[in-house]
């Protein structure tokens, strides 16, 4: 019997710069990580992660395809540390 794939599913990935690299993180996916020079290879290194925690044991990683990744807008926040002078 064939197993039946579920349909495309919303994915929040967080993306930060450092070091002028991309950094990402899926928050449906504790665990998975990756870095990329760009968005287009920081999409391909979050395919292979999400397809290594998918692996079933002993069988080759599922195909996993990420449609482009699209920044939006977000809040920036920051930190300080009060001083008393």
Do not use: C, N
Request: hydrophobic share 45%; glycine share 8%.
């Amino acid at each position: 019997m064939m197993m039946r794939m579920p349909g495309p599913q919303q994915l929040h990935i967080r993306v930060r710069l450092e070091d002028e690299a991309l950094w990402g993180t899926v928050d449906e996916f504790p665990g998975v990580f990756a870095t990329g020079d760009d968005l287009d290879e920081l999409r391909e290194s979050l395919q292979e992660g999400i397809a290594l925690v998918l692996a079933k044991p002993g069988e080759d990683p599922p195909a996993v395809k990420l449609a482009a990744l699209h920044p939006e807008p977000v809040a920036t926040t920051a930190s300080s540390e009060l001083v008393y002078a």
